[in-house]
């Protein structure tokens, strides 16, 4: 298991989207839409900030720059963006997922990572925006090893649940190890790697308990499977949240 280990914090970056709340705004029209998900695939950093304003949880230059690092991480990214679903308070959604694979050395390693966004418009360009979830894996071999991403989409303040990764199929011997870790939103700024200390897996997968924090906000999990046939880095966002309520946005 010589495998290179890819960086996790770029699994992040490829959403290239803040964590802030939205105040109330308007909802993007279907046309800004279309225009961010053809600006997205240009190739051009500069199309792209021209769809910005500043505002709640919106800063044009980090996106930008979290933008320009991933083309340079992914040449072939290609991102999808289209309408979802309404969230309980009226507001609308946005889904953006992107794709994409870089070589490095004889390894080729292959990109998805997916955000549901509220965002908000003023003046024809983006000036606002919430995550509401957020996943990404990078995945490297040349065998699409299936796995199953078992953690919430929202926990209460100070809750104990569970992060379960699973592989979806059975491992017939091969030894398997991996790790977890939280990665702060600092460290997902500098492209640094968390702390991850590798264990042998048992049970088809990694289990683990962990606690969120007592404040409300979010917090993010790298998770880095080592299998004989390649390596698979995921990280998920999950929201903390005080009232029972918001556990459904």
Known sequence: MSLPRPSLPALLAAAALCFAPLAAAAA????LLQTLEASLNSGNSGSLSGLLS?????????????YDALRKRFPDARWQVSPGKALRDGRSTVQIKVSGSRSEGPYLYRLEA?????????????NGQEVIRETSV?????VELPISLQIPDAVLTGQRYD?????????NGALVAGGIAPITGPQISASQNPELELAAL????LFKIVQAPLEPG???WAVLL???????STTKRVRVVADKAALTP
């Open 226 to 232: 080592v299998h004989p046939d390649g390596i698979i």
């Open 218 to 220: 979010s917090q993010t």
């Open 28 to 31: 993007p029209s279907l046309a």
């Open 138 to 142: 990078l995945r490297s071999g040349s």
């Open 163 to 171: 992060v379960d990764v699973v592989f979806d199929e059975p491992l």
């Open 54 to 66: 500043e505002g709640p949880g919106l800063d044009p230059s980090e996106l930008v720059e979290r």
């Open 114 to 126: 997916e955000q549901l966004l509220a965002l908000g418009e003023g003046g024809g360009r983006l």
């Open 202 to 205: 048992a049970g088809g997968g």
